[in-house]
């Protein structure tokens, strides 16, 4: 438009022009004759002027059309479009997005408010009423906060009968910019609501009025949660069930199936006040898929409170199992995907226990009573308490307690994780383990107090009580072991590990090879496929049958055989010919062996010379080396996994038949992760795990993948045998640079006692490995890799260590430590098979 009036007054100015000029031509000549002829050519000059305008307009299109400015205008009218298009998207999306919920379940008891029947139904007029109470005075502090901006809403979802009191569980919603979300951080939106009770507390009790509301400050829990909680919870969500325990004792039965099509449901449990809630679950089937797919997750509340969970159940359940809650609420939160999957159990209200005995024990050396943690045999809750007060008959005689699968050690730096013992004041923690110990307490009148110290439900204990003589705790001819076992005198140092910790087995002089006499030779050295005799005599009669013990090869059939290395040895040993079946594992195909020597400590390897080597990867890196143990199950360190989002085996993959990083024949997803149930993250003590692959690996992958052939317990590794570790580890303590290329080192295995003069405390499933310069080592990255050995240049290759800790890497007289393989072989068996 602009141009067309700019055009106009060019136009009037030609005009003006032409009359100025025809003035002047006036001017100049006195007499003009008008004529037609002569106006018609004045009108004529005047239109050519006129005329001329367009082609100034050509020139100018022109000069717009040149390359530079071309190139100009279409920056900007690209310019235009970005600005507009981005403005939308800034309005329409990203505005949107960048306001996010932030929601959270809450928990706390309302003191002295009488509870009456109508608040469990949330349509009733008395819970409406007391439920915008309540919500008004939340809403009120969070409205007067530093984050009232965001704050959004508060639901009511349940007021439940509580000692003397209502207990009062609600959601929380806040509306937060991104940026912002730091501000409603779990801690500070409860410091908020603390800090407001805190206020109000009135005569030194636990009570403070809020709005005239007694809340107790103690019972305050809130906890973040995720949105589809929320949402799956509250009202609208088709699965929602309240069921109740009104009679002590009396079962009520829980049944639920999901046929096709899949529930998240969410049951909520609440039995009479006063009263704790028993959960018994008798079947539960599902796909074990490592609480990914199906799960069942117990609350110690009645919303799905992370601070607050009791236990979860992840794998199918048969047998029965029970647990117990701290109140008298819970909650199960089912998740169970399409196919066939049921739930049969049962709650009831039970009394809470009142542990406390009085335990007389008889003189002599036989049993005289049992201790049970409370709520025996279910499972412990978070909290406890029990105590037990001993008597003997006289004073030269203590107490002790052994249990089964549970020891007690003095109370270090940290927290008691499995429950808090004292013992005349002396503080001790228990911890499980996989074996049984006696816990001696050189008194005559003992008071023994328990505490459930775990921060979900955790497994029962029992212990049998005998007295004992303090001054003489074994018998005549008995070692007392550090796990307070008492073994034979002659047991100790044969090799064998009869105290459960090996303390019958340090400060032994290496075992001489006695040949000669009518003593027998040394058990380690009979039958463990080398003459040590020159006559031979270690080496007759391996396969006669014969008593079973750890050192005794068992045979299918369930007989042993003095042979320790039987197992998948090309010679039939056991009657029942079990030894050499299932002995597809540890042969890799024949492969040339000239990798180059390139680092210190390890040479890289060649194809298919590993065949078992498997590389794990956490969300897309190299993290941890693993073996294959068939064709759908992996064997590494439970250390790989032990951290919260690192036992999530969506975030895993199994690299097979991998030389060179990148370059796997196979890339296989993980189902499901077993860490050893007793594995500690503080000693290393049980380091092993089991990786379920989603689906087997091809077969047509045949030799360059290939299990690795899993040690009997009886297996011996004798000084014939060579052992390597591999893995894509750091090549040195100070190396930056993972190597692509597989590597390989030879190390030899050191005698337990050699292992503990370097590290000390080193458990019987741990084993040392390497050389004295300490120049052939693992390192970080080769954890939950092979330490393989082979007992002769064409036998099979046996998996005999799990890369697990050490100090620093490649240290000199600092071995490398393993798990100790065989050790788990009936634990692996029970997994895998
Ligand atoms: N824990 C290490 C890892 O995560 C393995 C350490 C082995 N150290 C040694 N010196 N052998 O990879």
Same mark, same amino acid.
């Given at each position: 438009?602009?141009?067309?009036?700019?055009?106009?007054?060019?136009?009037?100015?030609?005009?003006?022009?032409?009359?100025?000029?025809?003035?002047?031509?006036?001017?100049?000549?006195?007499?003009?004759?008008?004529?037609?002829?002569?106006?018609?050519?004045?009108?004529?000059?005047?239109?050519?002027?006129?005329?001329?305008?367009?082609?100034?307009?050509?020139?100018?299109?022109?000069?717009?059309?040149?390359?530079?400015?071309?190139?100009?205008?279409?920056?900007?009218?690209?310019?235009?479009? +970005?600005?507009?298009?981005?403005?939308?998207?800034? +309005?329409?999306?990203?505005?949107?997005?960048?306001?996010?919920?932030?929601?959270?379940?809450?928990?706390?008891?309302?003191?002295?408010?009488?509870?009456?029947?109508?608040?469990?139904?949330?349509?009733?007029?008395?819970?409406?009423?007391?439920?915008?109470?309540?919500?008004?005075?939340?809403?009120? +502090?969070?409205?007067?906060?530093?984050?009232?901006?965001?704050?959004?809403?508060?639901?009511?979802?349940?007021?439940?009968?509580?000692?003397?009191?209502?207990?009062?569980?609600?959601?929380?919603?806040?509306?937060?910019?991104?940026?912002?979300?730091?501000?409603?951080?779990?801690?500070?939106?409860?410091?908020?609501?603390?800090?407001?009770?805190?206020?109000?507390?009135?005569?030194?009790?636990?009570?403070?009025?809020?709005?005239?509301?007694?809340?107790?400050?103690?019972?305050?829990?809130?906890?973040?949660?995720?949105?589809?909680?929320?949402?799956?919870?509250?009202?609208?969500?088709?699965?929602?069930?309240?069921?109740?325990?009104?009679?002590?004792?009396?079962?009520?039965?829980?049944?639920?199936?999901?046929?096709?099509?899949?529930?998240?449901?969410?049951?909520?449990?609440?039995?009479?006040?006063?009263?704790?809630?028993?959960?018994?679950?008798?079947?539960?089937?599902?796909?074990?898929?490592?609480?990914?797919?199906?799960?069942?997750?117990?609350?110690?509340?009645?919303?799905?409170?992370?601070?607050?969970?009791?236990?979860?159940?992840?794998?199918?359940?048969?047998?029965?199992?029970?647990?117990?809650?701290?109140?008298?609420?819970?909650?199960?939160?089912?998740?169970?995907?399409?196919?066939?999957?049921? *739930?049969?159990?049962?709650?009831?209200?039970?009394?809470?226990?009142?542990?406390?005995?009085?335990?007389?024990?008889?003189?002599?050396?036989?049993?005289?009573?049992?201790?049970?943690?409370?709520?025996?045999?279910?499972?412990? /809750?978070?909290?406890?308490?029990?105590?037990?007060?001993?008597?003997?008959?006289?004073?030269?005689?203590?107490?002790?307690?052994?249990?089964?699968?549970?020891?007690?050690?003095?109370?270090?730096?940290?927290?008691?994780?499995?429950?808090?013992?004292?013992?005349?004041?002396?503080? *001790?923690?228990?911890?499980?383990?996989?074996?049984?110990?006696?816990?001696?307490?050189?008194?005559?009148?003992?008071?023994?107090? *328990?505490?459930?110290?775990?921060?979900?439900?955790?497994?029962?204990?029992?212990?049998?009580?005998?007295?004992?003589?303090?001054?003489?705790?074994?018998?005549?001819?008995? *070692?007392?072991?550090?796990?307070?076992?008492?073994?034979?005198?002659?047991?100790?140092?044969?090799?064998?590990?009869?105290?459960?910790?090996?303390?019958?087995?340090?400060?032994?002089?290496?075992?001489?090879?006695?040949?000669?006499?009518?003593?027998?030779?040394?058990?380690?050295?009979?039958?463990?496929?080398?003459?040590?005799?020159?006559?031979?005599?270690?080496?007759?009669?391996?396969?006669?049958?014969?008593?079973?013990?750890?050192?005794?090869?068992?045979?299918?059939?369930?007989?042993?055989?003095?042979?320790?290395?039987?197992?998948?040895?090309?010679?039939?040993?056991?009657?029942?010919?079990?030894?050499?079946?299932?002995?597809?594992?540890?042969?890799?195909?024949?492969?040339?062996?000239?990798?180059?020597?390139?680092?210190?400590?390890?040479?890289?390897?060649?194809?298919?010379?590993?065949?078992?080597?498997?590389?794990?990867?956490?969300?897309?890196?190299?993290?941890?080396?693993?073996?294959?143990?068939?064709?759908?199950?992996?064997?590494?360190?439970?250390?790989?996994?032990?951290?919260?989002?690192?036992?999530?085996?969506?975030?895993?993959?199994?690299?097979?038949?991998?030389?060179?990083?990148?370059?796997?024949?196979?890339?296989?997803?993980?189902?499901?992760?077993?860490?050893?149930?007793?594995?500690?993250?503080?000693?290393?003590?049980?380091?092993?795990?089991?990786?379920?692959?989603?689906?087997?690996?091809?077969?047509?992958?045949?030799?360059?993948?290939?299990?690795?052939?899993?040690?009997?317990?009886?297996?011996?590794?004798?000084?014939?045998?060579?052992?390597?570790?591999?893995?894509?580890?750091?090549?040195?303590?100070?190396?930056?640079?993972?190597?692509?290329?597989?590597?390989?080192?030879?190390?030899?295995?050191?005698?337990?006692?050699?292992?503990?003069?370097?590290?000390?405390?080193?458990?019987?499933?741990?084993?040392?490995?390497?050389?004295?310069?300490?120049?052939?080592?693992?390192?970080?990255?080769?954890?939950?890799?092979?330490?393989?050995?082979?007992?002769?240049?064409?036998?099979?290759?046996?998996?005999?260590?799990?890369?697990?800790?050490?100090?620093?890497?490649?240290? /000199?007289?600092?071995?490398?430590?393993?798990?100790?393989?065989?050790?788990?072989?009936?634990?692996?068996?029970?997994?895998?098979?």
């Amino acid at each position: 438009m602009g141009t067309e009036r700019e055009d106009n007054q060019q136009a009037s100015a030609v005009d003006d022009g032409a009359a100025q000029q025809d003035a002047a031509s006036i001017a100049d000549v006195s007499v003009e004759v008008a004529t037609v002829d002569h106006t018609l050519q004045k009108l004529y000059r005047k239109y050519r002027k006129t005329r001329r305008k367009p082609k100034g307009l050509k020139r100018l299109w022109a000069h717009l059309l040149n390359v530079p400015h071309l190139a100009l205008i279409i920056a900007a009218v690209v310019f235009v479009v +970005v600005v507009i298009v981005w403005s939308l998207l800034w +309005v329409f999306i990203f505005r949107r997005e960048s306001n996010s919920g932030a929601y959270f379940a809450g928990m706390f008891r309302l003191a002295n408010v009488e509870f009456i029947p109508e608040y469990r139904q949330a349509e009733s007029h008395e819970f409406v009423y007391m439920a915008n109470k309540i919500q008004h005075v939340v809403s009120n +502090v969070y409205k007067m906060s530093s984050v009232a901006r965001l704050y959004k809403q508060t639901v009511i979802s349940d007021l439940s009968n509580s000692d003397s009191g209502i207990l009062v569980h609600f959601w929380m919603v806040f509306v937060v910019p991104r940026l912002k979300s730091p501000a409603v951080c779990e801690e500070c939106v409860g410091v908020i609501f603390r800090d407001s009770v805190h206020t109000s507390l009135r005569n030194r009790t636990s009570v403070g009025y809020l709005l005239g509301l007694p809340v107790d400050i103690d019972s305050i829990l809130i906890n973040a949660v995720q949105r589809s909680d929320y949402t799956s919870n509250t009202a609208g969500s088709q699965c929602v069930d309240k069921m109740y325990a009104n009679l002590p004792g009396v079962k009520v039965p829980l049944n639920i199936f999901s046929s096709w099509g899949g529930v998240s449901c969410h049951v909520k449990l609440t039995a009479v006040p006063g009263s704790l809630i028993r959960l018994t679950v008798n079947l539960f089937l599902i796909e074990p898929s490592d609480c990914v797919n199906d799960a069942l997750t117990v609350y110690d509340a009645l919303l799905p409170m992370r601070g607050r969970i009791l236990h979860r159940l992840c794998e199918p359940v048969s047998g029965s199992i029970s647990l117990v809650s701290t109140s008298n609420v819970m909650l199960l939160s089912f998740r169970m995907t399409k196919g066939n999957k049921t *739930f049969r159990g049962n709650f009831e209200a039970i009394a809470a226990e009142i542990c406390m005995s009085q335990i007389e024990t008889q003189s002599g050396s036989g049993i005289s009573a049992q201790i049970y943690s409370p709520f025996y045999p279910s499972l412990l /809750p978070p909290q406890c308490s029990c105590t037990w007060r001993f008597e003997t008959s006289n004073s030269a005689l203590g107490v002790a307690l052994q249990f089964q699968n549970y020891v007690l050690k003095p109370k270090g730096m940290k927290a008691c994780d499995h429950g808090w013992w004292k013992v005349n004041e002396v503080i *001790f923690c228990g911890s499980y383990v996989g074996h049984s110990t006696v816990f001696r307490i050189y008194d005559r009148s003992p008071e023994v107090e *328990f505490r459930c110290s775990s921060r979900h439900a955790a497994l029962p204990f029992q212990a049998s009580c005998s007295s004992y003589n303090i001054s003489q705790p074994c018998a005549e001819n008995h *070692f007392l072991c550090s796990t307070g076992l008492c073994v034979e005198k002659k047991r100790r140092c044969d090799g064998l590990d009869d105290c459960q910790d090996e303390s019958d087995e340090v400060f032994c002089s290496r075992p001489t090879m006695k040949c000669g006499g009518n003593r027998p030779p040394h058990p380690l050295f009979v039958c463990n496929g080398e003459t040590d005799c020159t006559d031979g005599r270690d080496e007759i009669n391996c396969t006669q049958e014969t008593t079973c013990s750890a050192i005794r090869y068992q045979c299918r059939s369930g007989s042993c055989i003095l042979k320790k290395n039987a197992k998948c040895d090309g010679v039939h040993d056991c009657e029942d010919r079990s030894d050499e079946m299932d002995c597809a594992c540890g042969l890799p195909p024949t492969v040339k062996k000239d990798g180059p020597e390139r680092i210190v400590g390890g040479v890289n390897s060649v194809e298919g010379e590993w065949p078992w080597q498997a590389s794990l990867h956490f969300s897309g890196n190299m993290y941890c080396g693993a073996s294959v143990l068939s064709s759908d199950w992996l064997i590494s360190a439970a250390h790989c996994f032990s951290k919260e989002r690192l036992s999530d085996p969506r975030y895993w993959t199994a690299h097979l038949g991998m030389l060179t990083q990148g370059s796997a024949k196979h890339v296989a997803e993980i189902q499901r992760i077993v860490v050893h149930e007793y594995y500690n993250a503080y000693t290393f003590d049980y380091d092993i795990a089991l990786l379920q692959l989603k689906k087997p690996w091809p077969t047509s992958l045949g030799p360059l993948v290939q299990p690795v052939c899993l040690p009997p317990t009886s297996h011996t590794v004798t000084d014939s045998h060579r052992c390597w570790v591999t893995g894509w580890g750091y090549r040195s303590e100070e190396d930056k640079v993972l190597p692509s290329v597989l590597q390989k080192a030879e190390v030899s295995i050191l005698s337990q006692s050699d292992c503990k003069k370097r590290y000390g405390p080193v458990s019987p499933r741990m084993l040392c490995a390497g050389v004295p310069s300490g120049e052939r080592d693992a390192c970080r990255g080769d954890s939950g890799g092979p330490l393989s050995c082979q007992s002769s240049d064409r036998g099979r290759w046996f998996l005999i260590g799990i890369v697990s800790w050490g100090a620093g890497c490649g240290r /000199p007289n600092l071995p490398g430590v393993y798990t100790r393989v065989n050790k788990f072989t009936s634990w692996i068996y029970n997994h895998i098979s």
